[in-house]
């Protein structure tokens, strides 16, 4: 796979079953380099063939209405998503919604009358000004973030549950008003009579993170606090009216994800005795869905992503088990349709029978793929997964090692072009999961906090250099770079800044300086606290920050390092770039700055064609002059 092979890759996505379970109707994602965007269309189909049924470009979020004659989804329009809706057999699709800002997601009431859209609108003293006026005009903040990545400016704009009629009449009707908080995540109970959604009720919301599961009224517009504060990220009702969570009630990240019920006097855990997350930001987005008396959510276990069956008394039966990565559930008259991604297969669409059967729906686009090789090794009595992708052939080849974002993320049996591309160039790519990551359990995860910060981490990364290296003879230890997005940013950094054996760094949308991250990042009231311990206000902070940043350490650099950072990046801003990158010049370090306008923190996965390309042919050019 070359950066080019990126124009015209299609991968299907977000399957919905029609409730008679007898088709399935999913998005059609093509990356186009030559127009800069992704060409999404929503295509229905079952296993023998698939026919497109939405024109796009930018269509996405399929949902069949409950009795299945109608198809609701978001539709780019000016750049904004808005709900539309087109009939089951056909025909021209209605845009129903006109939101400042747009949908986030919708769901359909259980009588199919309705749509509860979580859609975004500006506030205040925002509403109605033109663009050029909101552009000029003075930000009065009072709170943080103000800001967020991929989401813009906050202060200035809410989100709320709205009510939508399906036909287009009528306008909109706000069912939770008010300019002081967001109500993300719509879900209604199965008589239609509330809707259930996630906000942070709290005063003191500013500095860290974590909702409240609420319920509205539809007809009083009364609000209920149905679960206190914790680390929820999605709660649904079964088809018996019981409340299902994903989350966890404590808020102290990092944690494990996982799946309670609300029952009358408690809160109950069904998965937590798995000691791994049924949802996974590495994975993609969380879900809860129903059917057999059983509920259904992802099941996170080193490197793969699965899908579990919940009994009610937490009992489970693994599902998908891999090795692949699971997306995009939907359950529907006793069939299920999922994306399964392997490391060689950038998506496929698969209808499952209630009897286990599974025909493919749809194939991503075929491309020449390296199949790497998995291994276990130890370190400090911890099992840590270890990927190797070669190029063919049998000449000795340099090593690149990449090191993942998060941390609390994992690497896995999933498709990542960085990897295909790499190899394909001609090096070896090592690959791993050092304590920190998700997919092995909580005393796993929670390792690298405070003083396991770049200490376990850099153990584990070394040991799986190590163990790779001896394995493969024809990996080259003379010649090796390492690279890494994000938290990656940071231990790549890091770690060059102690070990000169490498002879290429790429240092990405790095975490470089707590001292400023903690004020300029939107995640910067808490992660310093979760991470390094030291909290702001604490009268050490500044020195712990200080020993736990790489920049500290960027003078004592002398590894060729490329510096890589997008200038609308909000959780890692680009002055973490901007500091790191004159430190390594100062130290006299071979050293370049790329950056990349217009873009957020997930440029290398979501952002435009163009840059993801570029990107790749600028790690590909500061590679090949350092390691060739």
């Not at 087109?86 to 986030?104: N, Q, S, Y």
């Not at 950056?595 to 993801?612: A, D, L, N, Q, V």
Request: aromatic share 8%; hydrophobic share 35%; charged share 25%.
């Amino acid at each position: 796979m070359t950066p080019e092979d990126l124009n015209g890759l299609t991968t299907p996505q977000t399957p919905a079953v029609h409730p008679s379970g007898g088709r399935v109707a999913y998005v059609q994602s093509t990356i186009e380099t030559d127009e800069d965007r992704y060409h999404r269309t929503i295509w229905v189909g079952d296993a023998s063939e698939s026919m497109q049924f939405t024109g796009g470009p930018g269509d996405s979020s399929p949902k069949w209405s409950p009795e299945g004659s109608r198809l609701a989804f978001l539709r780019l329009v000016d750049e904004v998503p808005q709900l539309a809706v087109i009939m089951a057999d056909g025909g021209e699709a209605e845009v129903v919604t006109d939101f400042d800002l747009g949908v986030k997601s919708f769901e359909w009431s259980p009588d199919g009358s309705t749509l509860a859209a979580a859609a975004i609108t500006y506030v205040g003293e925002w509403t109605g000004l033109s663009d050029d006026e909101r552009e000029r005009k003075p930000r009065r903040v009072t709170e943080v973030p103000y800001r967020f990545d991929n989401r813009d400016w906050l202060h200035d704009r809410k989100i709320h549950i709205w009510l939508v009629d399906p036909a287009g009449s009528g306008d909109p009707r706000c069912l939770t008003p008010g300019d002081d908080r967001d109500e993300t995540l719509p879900a209604w109970h199965p008589d239609g009579g509330s809707v259930v959604f996630l906000s942070d009720l709290r005063t003191d919301r500013s500095l860290d993170f974590g909702a409240s599961v609420m319920s509205v009224g539809v007809e009083t517009g009364a609000r209920t606090e149905l679960v206190p504060h914790g680390e929820w990220v999605l709660a649904r009702y079964s088809p018996e009216g019981r409340l299902h969570l994903l989350g966890d009630p404590e808020t102290e990240w990092p944690a494990l994800t996982t799946l309670w019920r609300l029952d009358p006097d408690q809160l109950t855990p069904l998965t937590s005795h798995l000691d791994r997350s049924s949802a996974s930001l590495a994975i993609g987005e969380p879900y809860i869905e129903f059917g057999n008396g059983l509920a259904y959510v992802m099941h996170e276990d080193a490197g793969m992503g699965g899908v579990a069956a919940v009994h009610a008394d937490g009992t489970v039966d693994h599902i998908v088990t891999g090795p692949e990565v699971v997306s995009g559930v939907s359950i529907a008259a006793g069939v299920m349709a999922y994306v399964s991604k392997t490391t060689t297969d950038p998506g496929t669409l698969f209808l499952v029978s209630e009897d286990g059967e599974g025909e493919a729906v749809m194939h991503s686009s075929e491309l020449d793929l390296i199949e790497p090789q998995h291994f276990t090794t130890i370190s400090e009595g911890f099992e840590i997964d270890v990927w190797v992708y070669l190029p063919s052939g049998e000449a000795e080849v340099p090593v690149l090692l990449n090191i993942h974002g998060g941390p609390a993320s994992q690497y896995g049996f999933g498709f990542l072009d960085e990897f295909q591309v790499y190899a394909a160039a001609g090096y070896g790519v090592v690959a791993c999961n050092p304590r920190g990551s998700s997919g092995r359990g909580e005393t796993f995860v929670k390792a690298v906090t405070h003083d396991g910060w770049g200490v376990v981490d850099v153990a584990d990364v070394n040991a799986a250099l190590d163990a790779a290296l001896e394995r493969n003879p024809r990996l080259d230890p003379e010649r090796m770079g390492i690279m890494g997005g994000s938290y990656g940013g940071f231990l790549t950094s890091w770690v060059i800044g102690r070990d000169h054996r490498w002879k290429s760094a790429v240092v990405e949308r790095g975490l470089l300086s707590f001292n400023s991250f903690a004020g300029t990042s939107d995640i910067g009231g808490s992660f310093p606290r979760y991470y390094s311990g030291a909290d702001h206000g604490d009268p050490d902070a500044e020195e712990i920050w200080s020993e736990k940043s790489p920049l500290t350490q960027a003078m004592a650099t002398t590894t060729p390092t490329l510096v890589l950072h997008a200038e609308n990046d909000f959780r890692c801003p680009i002055e973490q770039a901007e500091r790191y990158f004159m430190a390594l010049l100062k130290a006299g370090v071979e050293t370049e700055f790329v950056r990349f306008p217009g873009e957020g923190h997930e440029m290398s996965r979501s952002g435009k064609p163009r840059h993801r390309v570029e990107r790749f042919n600028a790690i590909l050019d500061w590679h090949d002059r350092h390691l060739r």
